[in-house]
């Protein structure tokens, strides 16, 4: 495994925190650069400079790690949406986009395919490898310094998805999963459940994202912390969403965010970020925590 420095490898040890950015999607969207219908991970390549920018504010913030515009780059979500554009070729353009930036490390983001797996859907385990593979090999060509695999549902996706990581890359490979309230994922599976199969695929960091604000992650973290072998990642949303003339709006300040989340760290997350609903301010509140 490529490692990009003693840092980083401290990070992998569990004996060094690492600061993640903070939320791309409600950032494009609150700048009107998100389009709906249009796929926001083309704007690496139509509109760097902006995407840059967004990166820059977070890393300016603190924020250790610039997280790719790449959630949704996904072979199959190209040609469903009929983009003009390869999955290498968004990759190569995302990770410019981050690394100019100036940010300690790159981490190339691959989100769940949107797709339920049989037999409780269409899609089968091979072609899930194969888009995760896709994906992988790109981030890998792009020099990433490590892959981050958030925002899955599902822990036998999630086990996939690292999978063809590890087999397809040298990379580190973060792997991060979306939780209910009741702390079980869409198809039952309990926070000690994946933690165990999220290890046994080969997570180099297990963790947890977007899902419910703070207050409510830090118990799943908990458990996670709890259940794992493994350093733990914990980005919850900024609060919960609410409906606002038609906006989605999140409510939670920065301040109280990281009140919050300064829990998590003292439980023993070593790796910490902000998801949906956050800002470069969440991020300079963090990285006054560690």
Same mark, same amino acid.
Request: glycine content about 8%.
């Given at each position: 495994m490529k490692i990009a420095d003693d840092y980083l490898k401290g990070v992998l040890e569990g004996t060094k925190t690492l600061l993640?950015?903070?939320?791309?999607?409600?950032?494009?969207?609150?700048?009107?650069?998100a389009v709906p219908g249009q796929?926001?991970?083309?704007?690496?390549?139509?509109?760097?400079?902006?995407?840059?920018?967004?990166?820059?504010?977070?890393?300016?913030?603190? #924020?250790?790690?610039?997280?790719?515009?790449?959630?949704?780059?996904?072979?199959?979500?190209?040609?469903?949406?009929? #983009?003009? #554009?390869?999955?290498?070729e968004i990759y190569a353009a995302a990770v410019a986009c981050a690394? #100019?930036?100036?940010?300690?490390?790159?981490?190339?983001?691959?989100?769940?395919? $949107?797709?339920?797996?049989e037999?409780?859907?269409?899609l089968e385990h091979e072609d899930a490898y194969e888009l995760f593979a896709e994906q992988a090999r790109a981030a890998q060509d792009a020099r990433a310094d490590f892959i981050l695999i958030e925002t899955i549902p599902d822990v036998t996706e999630a086990e996939i998805a690292i999978r063809a990581a590890k087999e397809n890359a040298d990379?580190?490979? *973060?792997?991060?999963?979306? *939780?209910?309230?009741? $702390?079980?994922t869409l198809m039952g599976e309990d926070v000690e459940t994946a933690t165990r199969r999220m290890e046994a695929a080969g997570a180099d960091v297990v963790g947890i994202n977007c899902s419910h604000g703070p207050q409510t992650l830090r118990a799943q973290v908990a458990t996670m912390i709890e259940a794992a072998t493994k350093p733990v990642l914990a980005q919850p949303n900024a609060g919960l969403p609410a409906l606002v003339d038609g906006q989605v709006v999140y409510r939670m300040g920065a301040a109280e965010f990281a009140n919050a989340v300064k829990a998590i760290l003292n439980d023993g997350a070593t790796v910490i970020g902000s998801c949906c609903g956050s800002t470069p301010e969440f991020t300079a509140e963090l990285a006054k925590l560690l």
């Open positions: 993640v950015d903070g939320a791309m999607g409600t950032t494009l969207q609150a700048k009107g650069l796929l926001a991970d083309l704007l690496c390549l139509s509109d760097p400079e902006s995407i840059t920018d967004i990166h820059r504010a977070y890393v300016e913030a603190g #924020a250790h790690v610039a997280t790719t515009n790449t959630c949704n780059a996904t072979r199959s979500t190209l040609d469903k949406t009929g #983009a003009d #554009a390869t999955v290498a690394r #100019a930036a100036q940010p300690r490390y790159v981490a190339a983001d691959i989100g769940s395919t $949107g797709q339920m797996l037999p409780y859907g269409n990379l580190p490979v *973060f792997a991060s999963m979306t *939780f209910e309230e009741n $702390g079980r």
